[in-house]
């Protein structure tokens, strides 16, 4: 059964990089069927699509946020990444990553990113 | 304020039905398949429908999908306690360059 797990500080101070992991085990990330994505959601709100990611290595981005973003996979450790820069407190979310393929079928169970000097 | 629109909320009583809609444009939802995500208090979401209306396997049929032009809707039928949650809508949009939306949510009470 494919399994999502996030990783990485839950402590960012404004202004520095953002950089969270997502392992995939129980499957490959290489498989064409799919593409890999991070999502975020801030205390009390919505969901916020950050952006998602071929095994290729073609990106999708928030327009939104796509200045600040970058997305990448590691096919050698299963694994993909996101790098979220100059953030600030608007950033204080709980990040998921997921796996699309119609629709998002498999989520990892999130892990919340504060930003806070 | 978000590309697709959901009511904020919705309730009903137990065993009865209920609707969830999410109206978006034919940048997104008129040209593209709709997923339904549920996300209980504390959880991640978790995937109710695919493609406008299917199933995927483990969700009951009481849940159902269906689209037309811009909106699409979600119905519950036999509303168990267990259902109250956030429920969310997503597509793709590519009025710029492609991109993934999601509703506001709607939180539904079953009173």
């Known amino acids: 059964q494919l399994q999502l797990q996030e990783s990485g500080p839950g402590l960012v101070k404004p202004s520095e990089t953002l950089s969270l992991t997502c392992t995939v085990s129980g499957g490959s990330i290489s498989s064409s069927s799919y593409y890999w994505g991070w999502i975020r959601q801030p205390p009390g709100k919505g969901l916020e699509w950050i952006g998602s990611i071929y095994y290729s290595g073609s990106t999708y981005y928030n327009p939104s946020l796509k200045s600040r973003v970058t997305i990448s996979v590691d096919t050698s450790k299963n694994q993909f990444s996101l790098k979220l820069s100059s953030v600030t407190a608007a950033d204080t979310a709980v990040y998921y990553c997921?796996?699309?393929?119609?629709?998002?079928?498999?989520w990892g169970q999130g892990t919340t990113v504060t930003v806070s000097s | 304020q978000s590309v697709l629109t959901q009511p904020p909320s919705v309730s009903a009583a137990p065993g009865q039905k209920v609707t969830i809609s999410c109206s978006g444009s034919s940048s997104n939802i008129g040209n593209n398949y709709v997923s339904w995500y549920q996300q209980l208090p504390g959880t991640a979401p978790k995937l109710l429908i695919y493609d406008n209306n299917k199933r995927p396997s483990g969700i009951p049929d009481r849940f159902s999908g269906s689209k037309s032009g811009t909106s699409a809707t979600l119905g519950i039928t036999g509303l168990q306690t267990g259902d109250e949650a956030d429920y969310y809508c997503?597509?793709?949009?590519?009025?710029?360059?492609?991109?993934?939306?999601f509703g506001g949510g709607t939180k539904l009470t079953v009173l």
């Open positions: 997921a796996r699309y393929s119609s629709g998002m079928d498999v």
């Open positions: 997503g597509t793709w949009d590519s009025s710029l360059s492609a991109y993934w939306v």
